[in-house]
């Protein structure tokens, strides 16, 4: 079974920036759609950014565009969310999640929330002030 592990959550200033890791162990991602979403409390769990599976195009929200930035490293099979100039309202756990041959774009359909492939159990980044 393909198993998807983050990392890199943990807690920054805001203004500061993480990088967060995506390791797919068990296959390759070379074939995957990779994307990210999160979740804050009481809240429900949005789309943040994905890579296709070409990992040439990319889909952001608009809460995150100009700021965060997803790529897919195939040989190493782990995708990677950068995230700068982070505030308060990026707080939540974050979750990546991967979907054979999917674009970037459908990554972020709601009615692909239920069927991706593989989720990962999430990693909380907590922003301060």
């Known amino acids: 079974q393909v198993q998807l592990v983050e990392s890199g959550g943990g807690l920054v200033q805001a203004g500061g920036s993480l990088t967060l890791s995506c390791v797919a162990s068990?296959?390759?991602?070379?074939?995957?759609?990779l994307g990210w979403f999160r979740q804050a409390p009481g809240k429900e769990r949005v789309f943040v950014a994905a890579?296709?599976?070409?990992?040439?195009?990319?889909y952001y929200a608009d809460s995150v565009k100009g700021r965060f930035t997803t790529s897919k490293d195939n040989a190493n099979n782990t995708g990677y969310l950068q995230m700068n100039d982070l505030t308060s309202a990026d707080t939540a756990v974050y979750y990546c999640?991967?979907?054979?041959?999917?674009?970037?774009?459908?990554?972020?359909?709601?009615?692909?929330?239920?069927?991706?492939?593989?989720w990962g159990k999430g990693t909380l980044v907590t922003v301060s002030s």
């Open positions: 999640a991967t979907k054979r041959w999917a674009t970037a774009q459908t990554m972020a359909l709601t009615n692909t929330r239920s069927r991706m492939d593989y």
């Open positions: 068990g296959g390759t991602v070379g074939t995957y759609a």
């Open positions: 890579k296709g599976w070409d990992s040439r195009t990319s």
